[in-house]
């Protein structure tokens, strides 16, 4: 069986965003990216796309740069 859940694609150079149902495996886990946020923060981000779709770019960005030296 399958659960259904919001899948984001997105592009943070152009800015362009998608969102669809995707169909996710019940034994698979999936990783909360919001997890490492303050109650507060975590709500706020929450409640506007713009601000979860820019919090998920800075986050991709984040974990590609080599470490600093």
Do not use: N, Q
């Not at 998608?18 to 923060?41: I, Q």
């Amino acid at each position: 069986m399958f659960e259904r859940c919001v899948g984001l694609a997105w592009c943070s150079g152009c800015r362009i965003y998608s969102g669809s149902m995707v169909h996710v495996p019940r034994k698979r886990v999936l990783m909360d990216a919001l997890a490492s946020l303050p109650e507060d923060e975590r709500e706020r981000v929450e409640r506007s796309e713009t601000k979860l779709v820019e919090f998920l770019a800075r986050r991709a960005r984040s974990e590609a740069a080599p470490p600093a030296s």
